[in-house]
């Protein structure tokens, strides 16, 4: 696609269960970004990957909180035992290479109930 | 203190007028500084990128980084009620990771 896509748009979970959510970045971008944007508030650095490792993973808020990105494109962000507060909208982004301009997607938004 | 504030308004104006958008920050390492809009429930839009200080146009948008004051704005020039939105301020350092740190976004309403 054009874009960088993210499934679902939209996921509701119950307390404690298991999540994955899907990034598909543009096309030939090695960079991939994961942020979480919680109502009224701007976007919280999760976790950075180059090609197929995770140059930075700072961000991940816990040991709940996992990220893959096996053969360099597609990347999965899991949560184990969802909390409430884990409720946001999860957003990924792409570039070409370092430096250079960041695609969001539209963003996953999750509600735990 | 939060590494970069952003006031979050909301601000509202007449179409036509002169809107002024600001960021504060206090890791003097940023030299990269973003302007990012956000439209509802979608993914923030690059508008501005400035490497370290100085003004940059494009358009009816202009973005200037002060980095002596820790201080960035965004100007956009004659509002239409397209430009309502949320605009995030965002940075980074030289070097090291490639992570942004953002404001909270001023929400932004042009009135026709």
């Known amino acids: 696609g054009a874009g960088v896509s993210q499934t679902p748009s939209n996921k509701v979970t119950e307390k404690g269960k298991y999540v994955e959510l899907r990034c598909d970045p543009i096309s030939g971008h090695t960079a991939l970004y994961w942020y979480r944007q919680s109502l009224g508030q701007g976007p919280e650095f999760l976790i950075y990957?180059?090609?197929?490792?995770?140059?930075?993973d700072s961000g991940l808020p816990n040991d709940r909180f996992f990220a893959v990105r096996p053969e360099g494109s597609v990347s999965t962000l899991k949560i184990q035992r969802t909390e409430r507060g884990d409720s946001a909208v999860y957003l990924c982004?792409?570039?070409?290479?370092?430096?250079?301009?960041?695609?969001f997607g539209q963003g996953t938004r999750l509600t735990v109930v | 203190q939060k590494e970069v504030e952003q006031d979050p308004g909301p601000l509202s104006v007449p179409e036509g007028a002169i809107v002024s958008l600001n960021c504060t920050y206090s890791?003097?390492?940023?030299?990269?500084f973003m302007w990012y809009r956000q439209y509802s429930r979608k993914g923030p839009e690059l508008l501005m990128y400035?490497?370290?200080?100085g003004n940059k146009e494009d358009g009816r948008f202009t973005a200037q980084v002060d980095k002596s004051s820790k201080y960035i704005s965004l100007f956009i020039r004659d509002s239409q009620p397209s430009d309502s939105a949320t605009y995030l301020c965002?940075?980074?350092?030289?070097?090291?990771?490639?992570?942004?740190?953002f404001g909270k976004g001023t929400k932004l309403t042009v009135n026709p």
């Open positions: 982004a792409s570039s070409s290479w370092v430096n250079t301009e960041a695609f």
């Open positions: 400035t490497y370290s200080s």
């Open positions: 890791n003097s390492a940023f030299q990269y």
């Open positions: 990957f180059q090609g197929t490792g995770a140059a930075d």
């Open positions: 965002a940075m980074r350092p030289q070097g090291g990771s490639e992570k942004l740190v």
